[in-house]
């Protein structure tokens, strides 16, 4: 499976952006799928994955109630939709693909896009 990421941008706190994850290759189905972000000198952060159904979606405690995470087959897609964004929330946002849930980044199999930046101004 291959992954595109896009949507991001300069935005101010409180604002909105949906960021997207369009996949090809692989059957979409099969795959977890999952949100980090990274901030340039610091660890890649764990931000939102949703399950292979849909019926499973975790958040990382720093983005539960703001984020939400969903998947459309037919377009195979995985958004992230973010809301009431804070100045701490600037990083590079990247997706991944897995046959692991919920953390899709620690799989033998995970697959990354490249990475779309997210800047939210004070």
């Known amino acids: 499976v291959q992954l595109q990421a896009s949507g991001g941008g300069l935005v101010q706190a409180g604002d909105s952006l949906r960021l997207s994850c369009s996949t090809s290759?692989?059957?979409?189905?099969?795959?977890?799928m999952g949100w980090y972000r990274q901030v340039p000198g610091k660890e890649r952060e764990f931000v939102a994955s949703?399950?292979?159904?849909?019926?499973?979606?975790t958040f990382s405690g720093a983005v539960k109630d703001r984020f939400t995470i969903s998947r459309d087959r037919a377009e195979r897609t995985v958004y992230l939709q973010m809301n009431g964004l804070k100045p701490e929330d600037t990083a590079v946002y990247y997706c991944?693909?897995?046959?692991?849930?919920?953390?899709?980044?620690?799989?033998?199999?995970?697959?990354w896009g490249q990475g779309t930046l997210v800047t939210v101004s004070s």
């Open positions: 949703i399950s292979w159904t849909a019926s499973k979606k």
């Open positions: 290759g692989r059957t979409f189905d099969n795959y977890a």
């Open positions: 991944a693909a897995s046959t692991t849930y919920p953390d899709v980044a620690f799989s033998l199999d995970t697959v």
